[in-house]
């Protein structure tokens, strides 16, 4: 920068190109974050609840054959599978007293049940946030030809800590042929905000038998 007369300033001209620099350096580092923000996106990864993958509790009982598991999940955090009466109870924690502890330890649905060993989880990075398992319940009012009760199908998102652990949201896996879309949808949008024993828990998409089945009381 120059006077009238033709001198130069470079001190306040190198002044200017610095300040110039950082406020560059300042936009770079904004869209820097960003895109390390947009970079955690939701995704999915799953574990496996199968026997063979998981730890006995105890003996199954030599009276109802109830029996109890634990099972590796992610980011630290252990499955509870307590079955008793032919009916199952799935719970998450850090540990197996605390995931006994949690809302999801103390729901049974009425009809018999069971869990598919396959767990979904929903994360932001690597920070799980719900868990999607699709469950098996009887319908007695349609035996097969042995008179065993069919089952009906849906899935169950369940919240998962910091907070209480609890389901959030049922599916109906017959009635609505996107089940999966819509379970991660539930996940997504509900899970990290549901307050458990205060929310009721959501019915997604089409109501059908396996909704109604579970939700008898």
């Given amino acids: 920068m120059k006077t009238s007369d033709g001198a130069e300033f470079p001190a306040i001209e190198a002044l200017m190109m610095n300040r110039i ?4 350096l300042a936009v770079l580092m904004i869209c820097i974050g960003l895109h390390s923000a947009a970079a955690q996106t ?3 990864t799953y574990t496996s609840t199968a026997p063979k993958d998981c730890r006995q509790i105890g003996k199954p009982s030599e009276l109802d054959g ?7 999940g992610k980011d630290g955090l252990l499955v509870l599978i307590a079955e008793d009466d032919l009916r199952e109870i799935v719970s998450v924690g ?14 049974w649905f009425a ?22 398992q699709r469950w098996h319940i009887a319908d007695n009012a349609d035996p097969d030809k042995q008179g065993r009760p069919n089952t009906r199908d849906m899935l ?22 996107t089940t ?15 307050a458990c024993g205060k929310d009721e828990v959501k019915i997604i998409g089409t109501r059908g038998r396996a909704v109604e089945l579970a939700t008898m009381r």
């Fill in 180 to 194: 999966n879309e819509l379970a991660r949808k539930a996940a997504d949008d509900f899970a990290r905000g549901f």
């Fill in 156 to 177: 169950v998102v369940t919240r998962l800590p910091p907070g209480p652990v609890c389901h959030v949201a049922y599916v109906d896996a017959i009635a609505n042929p």
């Fill in 21 to 24: 620099t950082c406020t560059g």
């Fill in 66 to 72: 109830s029996t109890t598991r634990i099972c590796p």
């Fill in 42 to 44: 939701v995704g999915s």
């Fill in 94 to 107: 850090r540990n197996r007293k605390q995931a006994a502890e949690e809302p999801a330890a103390k729901v």
């Fill in 111 to 132: 009809p018999f049940n069971s869990s598919e060993t396959t767990i979904e989880w929903r994360a932001v990075g690597a920070k799980p946030f719900a868990i999607i």
